[in-house]
């Protein structure tokens, strides 16, 4: 074992005094109000930027790729994120419209998994999105290339400037490849971590008429 596994082996998992207890027996018929719950009791528990989450997607050879975003709403429609339709994972939403979203709360030994196809939201929620936000952000849009080979830092330099004076100077201006995607669940499955490793997960699969099916698997 070189040093860096040793390193590995001596990190913890879930060295909390007390983890949560969630019985699936009590858990709602849809996914959707077991996630804000479990969203809002990270925060609670005081983990960092719970809203933080990996998207996977496949390229046009079928080959995974992923990255953190932040989650912009969940409700009815589904998950909702942002990003430029230009770059890498925008491309490879237009080609394969379907992803997998991945949460993890360490401080309570939760994990949440979603799965289902991508849309992308009509332009004007895409710009609302974005003109809500802070000028950073407009001027982090505006700046554009996202995923495209950069030639050097004073190459980013220069534009990230011209674009903080626009964001600045026009706060409605509009970054047309900015989009709101939405990712319509057909699984969900929640996991709660326990000491024993007697971990509960609890899948929701999309039913027939709208509703949805509940069931446990192995850990
Ligand atoms: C904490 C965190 C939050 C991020 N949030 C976003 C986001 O909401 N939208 C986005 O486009 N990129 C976000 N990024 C940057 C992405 O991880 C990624 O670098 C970028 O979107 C390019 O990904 P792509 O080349 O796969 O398209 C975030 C990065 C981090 C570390």
């Given at each position: 074992m070189d040093d860096f596994d040793a390193f590995l082996h001596t990190l913890r998992v879930w060295d909390l005094p007390e983890l949560p207890r969630f019985d699936?027996?009590?858990?709602?018929?849809?996914?959707l109000p077991l996630f804000r719950e479990w969203l809002r009791a990270a925060h609670a528990a005081g983990?960092?930027?719970?809203?933080g989450m990996t998207l996977a997607t496949t390229d046009a050879e079928g080959h995974p790729d992923v990255r953190t975003l932040m989650l912009h709403g969940a409700d009815e429609r589904g998950w909702h994120f942002a990003s430029h339709a230009t770059s890498a994972k925008g491309r490879q939403l237009a080609e394969r419209p379907y992803a997998a979203l991945g949460f993890y709360w360490a401080v309570q030994a939760r994990q949440v998994r979603v799965r289902g196809p991508v849309v992308a939201a009509p332009d004007a929620e895409g710009q609302a999105d974005l003109h809500a936000r802070s000028t950073g952000s407009l001027a982090a849009a505006l700046t554009g290339r996202m995923s495209d080979v950069l030639g050097s830092q004073e190459e980013l330099a220069r534009a990230s400037a011209e674009a903080w004076e626009r964001a600045q100077a026009h706060?409605?201006?509009?970054?047309?490849?900015?989009t709101r995607y939405l990712l319509a669940p057909t699984e969900v499955e929640f996991f709660q971590g326990d000491a024993q490793r007697r971990h509960v997960r609890l899948r929701y699969r999309r039913a027939g008429g709208g509703g949805w099916m509940r069931e446990l698997l192995w850990p």
């Open positions: 699936p027996a009590t858990a709602p018929e849809a996914p983990q960092p930027e719970p809203h706060p409605d201006l509009p970054v047309p490849t900015w």
